[in-house]
């Protein structure tokens, strides 16, 4: 007598990680976002529509620098002026912090600030101003190798 095999396969769709630099996946840094780089290289080597791209560089990542490498936008200069002012609040806030975390905590929490500095200028910043603010988290003396290595492959 035969035994009638029968397999299951059952998949589970895990979502995708995007960008996920750092071993430690609960604080890893969702940028640089990889997609997006693809699009964008997509759109300026096939000259393809820009505004949904710029509409995200604008809107998710409120990144006036990247808006104006990718051009032909919508967004006038003023409104890109004033993105930048807003970055440029948000980032001395940041900064607050760090100077907060220096003088009444530790060292833990001034690394903390300073990547919380580093993983916004990432975002929004330009890279010059990104890779400055991942220099002074690499600059910090008791950053361990863990985050050395975290901070070098978001910089990447």
């Not at 290289?41 to 990542?61: F, G």
């Not at 006036?64 to 200069?77: A, D, F, K, T, V």
């Not at 980032?91 to 500095?117: C, F, P, S, T």
Request: charged share 30%; aromatic share 2%.
């Amino acid at each position: 007598m035969e035994e009638e095999k029968t397999t299951t396969t059952t998949t589970s769709a895990a979502p995708a990680k995007r960008g996920q630099p750092s071993a430690s996946e609960e604080g890893a840094s969702p940028y640089p976002e990889m997609s997006l780089a693809q699009e964008i290289h997509k759109l300026l080597v096939l000259k393809l529509d820009a505004q949904p791209i710029l509409h995200k560089v604008a809107t998710e990542l409120e990144n006036p620098s990247l808006y104006r490498l990718i051009g032909g936008g919508s967004l006038s200069e003023a409104a890109l002026k004033e993105l930048e002012d807003k970055n440029a609040k948000h980032l001395e806030e940041l900064e607050a912090k760090v100077e907060d975390a220096k003088e009444n905590a530790g060292d833990m929490e001034v690394m903390d600030a300073r990547v919380e500095i580093a993983r916004f200028a990432a975002k929004t910043l330009s890279k010059d101003q990104a890779l400055e603010a991942y220099q002074k988290l690499l600059d910090l003396p008791k950053v361990s190798s863990g985050k050395k290595i975290d901070a070098l492959m978001e910089s990447a």
